[in-house]
């Protein structure tokens, strides 16, 4: 999809392009923004800006490294953005009493799922903020660490030891939902359980 996202703008057809663009990639970004600012009603406004400056940045894009990449570059820098106005506004601790809820469906398994992602989500806001955006770049986006670290303008090196910082650090606040005896009893291990951040 991305070849023919990149020939519809190479034939100038702005318009389609981010069309497209939108059709492939708003809901791994919804996600991607979700989880760096912690509320699904922010997460939609920054997605909408993120493309609102991909159609104003479109004609900057020079074909290197994927379009892919481009916008979630673009949607980290929007997401950035609006965690140091929100913290300024709010304090850095007021964002993790803003959650905005969803029901999930009832019974013992519903429970657990729902409690497991409360914890997640928890682990994930009280990374540092350089560790959780280069966790959610490598895990949720899927980028390679070489892209993590051009979209965070660091050294693969560094993307590297954010990474694995922000994954132990999980691992540590994830602990007790990891060592469930449940949990044993499924197969399922800690690299499993982080991978899915």
């Known amino acids: 999809m991305e070849q023919q996202i990149l020939s519809t703008l190479r034939d100038g057809n702005r318009k389609r392009a981010l069309e ?100 997640l989500e928890k682990a994930l806001s009280e990374l540092k903020p350089q560790w959780r955006e280069a966790v959610l770049l490598y895990y949720q986006g899927q980028f390679s660490m070489q892209q993590v670290a051009e979209m965070l303008s660091i050294s693969p090196e560094n993307a590297r030891k954010r990474v694995s910082l922000g994954v132990g650090a999980l691992r540590k606040s994830l602990h007790p939902v990891l060592m469930r005896p449940d949990r044993e009893k499924g197969g399922r291990d800690e690299d499993e359980s982080t991978q899915s951040v």
């Open 20 to 119: 497209l663009m939108a059709r492939t990639w708003w809901a791994q970004l919804g996600r991607f923004c979700t989880a760096m600012v912690g509320s699904p009603t922010e997460a939609e406004e920054l997605l909408q800006e993120t493309f609102v400056i991909a159609w104003q940045e479109m004609d900057s894009y020079r074909g290197e490294g994927s379009l892919r990449a481009w916008l979630y570059g673009i949607a980290h820098r929007v997401c950035a953005s609006h965690l140091r106005r929100r913290d300024r506004r709010r304090g850095l601790l007021a964002r993790f009493f803003a959650r905005e809820e969803t029901p999930e469906p009832s019974g013992e398994d519903a429970a657990r799922k729902n409690e497991e992602r409360m914890l």
